[in-house]
């Protein structure tokens, strides 16, 4: 029987090699958990579909469309947003007058704290196109994230900047998102969300208050893949 030698050089190699594969192992990992963004983060990429329904006292509407992602970087999508508005005129009859529009959505993830996003109306009863960009980053509460956004067309030319905050709690999150305005018929908006997501479903639902005074309610319903 042949006795086999393993020499003490051996036992460092293959111990530096299982650390090394270990270490690779842990890294990719680490990437992946990096990339794997909440449901509701700025930076989430993910391939979704999405449904949202909403209503005023003057208003109701849904809206429907998908998003794809492309790596863990990009995503482009497509919107469809119909509303309903009704009144009473002078002699208190009510009237009603429908709107919608189709917008093509796209996203790029600059790095980790750096997104730029644009938004196009390119059917219904207006064209519009808006830009934005967002610095995003990680908090011990949750993410926060500051931009800004400009959006130009057949509504008007306009600017506003935002501010948001993500705070998850287990499985549940709440949302708010606060949007000061320029040159808009309204000088700010103050979207607020409570919601549950596994990280395939994601629910909540808002309630918008436009300068502190006028609201509506809205609930979204998304499939994430």
Known sequence: MKTKIVSLSSLLLLSVSANAAEQEKNDVNVDTQ???YHAQDVRNVQTKLEADYFTHDSFDGYAVGGEFGIGDKASVGVTYTA???TWNDWRGNENSTDSDAIAVTGQY???ENIVIDALWNVSGDYDQLTFGANYVADASFGVWNLGANYSMGDLND?????A???IPFGDFYYRGDFTYFLDSGYDTEFENKL??????VDINASY?????????V???LGFLF
């Not at 306009?158 to 935002?162: I, K, L, R, T, Y």
């Not at 918008?208 to 509506?216: I, K, T, V």
């Open 218 to 220: 809205g609930i979204h």
């Open 83 to 85: 509303l309903e508005y």
């Open 164 to 166: 948001g905050v993500l």
């Open 34 to 36: 990096t990339n794997t």
């Open 195 to 200: 919601g549950w997501t596994n990280g395939t």
């Open 208 to 216: 918008n208050m436009y300068e502190f005074d006028d609201s509506y």
């Open 109 to 111: 993830n600059i790095n």
């Open 158 to 162: 306009s600017a506003d900047f935002e």
